[in-house]
């Protein structure tokens, strides 16, 4: 172990890297919703089968629950991460590659694997690193992500206006992903990986088993799961708004300034998650969730019926600042309920966000091609009154678990 630099700089520099992987993760998500109409269009593709990329996506996440769960509260958390986020750079690669249609399935069912298992174990190891101030620090985390999910769209509409189409934005950052990487595992060589402040071993030095059954049937888990599920369906707001106000109108709403929405989103997000710590220290987990998605829900279906350009920027702002931090909320309520093993507790939630966002993206797709793309877009509004619902009818359960700040 290096001598030279304290566990409490080892941990700050660990920390940085974890929250800049973070922000590429929602960088390289924020890449895919503003290049899906060009995507369409290059490869001649029916909405139904536009909705196989967030499908395969899907399914690649469901396969990184699986690996989180089995493997990741057993694996050194620092080197998981860089392996991962260094595997990630490369199947940005590929897919900047503009494979043909099925390898391209192949390349973001890959990417989703990769990126599932990095944005899991990112949570867990922030958790892991700080303990009982695991609130603030994920909080903080994933206001990176917002700033990530707010570069996405910068970055490919300015490579737009200059005229470079979509894959070159995936090539670009993929080979940015991989430096960071690389230098990550370089930085690690040097100052050598800092001391969690909670880990998955014993006072004796070994690894104490996860109880996987407990955790699965746990009340409080299955509540938070359910959650999970029905606000998945958010996930449709976020792939398919760039595609469903371009399609309706190409010339008044084109790629770039769907790209500025959804800008005004992820600023929204940000700000949501940055003030999150604070919410949470007057507010208990599950108000918050009850609160943000009641009112996200009347904010969407206001803008899906009054339908004006110039007010889809608001309603975009406002729905990022109402429900951003949901998510974030999730993986601290699961992190709480088991801070043993963070990373197999947010994988549970993990793969019913998966399973969630994998069937409302099918149904969205299906209904966009054989109903109207506006009775697609109401998936996420139905998505968030469900979770409010469902939240609000199971108010007993892990009460004394959900302290306001915890």
């Given amino acids: 172990m290096n001598k030279s630099v304290s566990n409490k700089k080892r941990r700050t520099i660990a920390a940085i890297y974890v929250i800049t992987f973070m922000a590429a993760f929602a960088l390289s998500s924020g890449l895919f919703s503003n290049a899906m109409p060009r995507i369409i269009e290059g490869y001649e593709l029916t909405f139904d089968q536009a909705s196989l990329f967030s499908i395969?996506?899907?399914?690649?996440?469901?396969?990184?629950?699986?690996?989180?769960?089995?493997?990741?509260?057993?694996?050194?958390?620092?080197?998981?991460?860089?392996?991962?986020?260094?595997?990630?750079?490369?199947?940005?690669?590929?897919?900047?590659?503009?494979?043909?249609?099925?390898?391209?399935?192949?390349?973001?069912?890959?990417?989703?694997?990769?990126?599932?298992?990095?944005?899991?174990?990112c949570a867990a190891y922030i958790s892991d690193l700080f303990g009982d101030e695991r609130a603030k620090y994920i909080s903080i985390l994933h206001a990176f992500f917002g700033l990530g999910s707010v570069l996405g769209p910068v970055f490919i509409g300015t490579l737009f206006k200059m005229g470079f189409e979509w894959n070159t934005a995936y090539t670009t950052f993929g080979l940015v992903v991989v430096f960071l990487a690389l230098a990550y595992f370089v930085t690690m060589?040097?100052?050598?990986?800092?001391?969690?402040?909670?880990?998955?071993?014993?006072?004796?030095?070994?690894?104490?088993?996860?109880?996987?059954k407990k955790i699965v049937t746990s009340p409080q888990m299955l509540v938070l799961c359910g959650m999970a599920i029905f606000s998945a369906a958010t996930q449709v707001f976020n792939t398919w708004l760039p595609t469903y106000l371009n399609?309706?109108?190409?010339?008044?709403?084109?790629?770039?300034?769907?790209?500025?929405?959804?800008?005004?989103?992820?600023?929204?997000?940000?700000?949501?998650?940055?003030?999150?710590?604070?919410?949470?220290?007057?507010?208990?987990?599950?108000?918050?969730?009850?609160?943000?998605?009641?009112?996200?829900?009347?904010?969407?279906?206001?803008?899906?019926?009054?339908?004006?350009?110039?007010?889809?920027?608001?309603?975009?702002?406002?729905?990022?600042?109402?429900?951003?931090?949901?998510?974030?909320?999730?993986?601290?309520?699961?992190?709480?309920?088991?801070?043993?093993?963070?990373?197999?507790?947010?994988?549970?939630?993990?793969?019913?966000?998966?399973?969630?966002?994998?069937?409302?993206?099918?149904?969205?797709?299906?209904l966009a091609q054989?109903?109207?793309?506006?009775?697609?877009?109401?998936?996420?509004?139905?998505?968030?009154?469900?979770?409010?619902l469902l939240m609000g009818l199971t108010r007993r359960v892990g009460s004394h678990t959900e302290a306001a700040g915890e």
């Fill in 56 to 121: 395969f996506q899907s399914a690649g996440m469901i396969l990184a629950t699986a690996l989180t769960v089995l493997v990741v509260d057993r694996l050194d958390k620092n080197k998981a991460l860089g392996l991962m986020f260094l595997l990630m750079g490369g199947f940005l690669v590929c897919i900047g590659m503009a494979p043909p249609f099925v390898l391209l399935l192949v390349a973001l069912f890959l990417l989703g694997t990769v990126s599932g298992v990095l944005d899991n174990a």
């Fill in 247 to 366: 399609n309706k109108d190409a010339l008044l709403y084109p790629v770039s300034f769907c790209s500025t929405i959804m800008a005004c989103y992820s600023v929204g997000m940000i700000i949501s998650r940055v003030l999150n710590g604070a919410i949470l220290r007057a507010l208990s987990p599950r108000k918050y969730i009850i609160t943000m998605t009641f009112l996200g829900a009347l904010v969407l279906g206001a803008g899906l019926a009054i339908d004006q350009k110039l007010l889809w920027p608001v309603v975009s702002f406002l729905l990022g600042l109402l429900i951003g931090a949901i998510y974030t909320v999730q993986i601290i309520m699961a992190c709480s309920y088991f801070p043993q093993f963070s990373a197999t507790a947010i994988s549970y939630a993990g793969l019913a966000s998966s399973i969630g966002g994998m069937l409302f993206n099918a149904l969205a797709g299906q």
């Fill in 189 to 212: 060589a040097v100052i050598k990986r800092p001391e969690p402040a909670v880990s998955g071993v014993d006072e004796a030095g070994v690894r104490v088993k996860i109880p996987y």
């Fill in 370 to 388: 054989r109903v109207s793309f506006l009775s697609a877009m109401c998936i996420p509004v139905a998505g968030m009154v469900g979770t409010f």
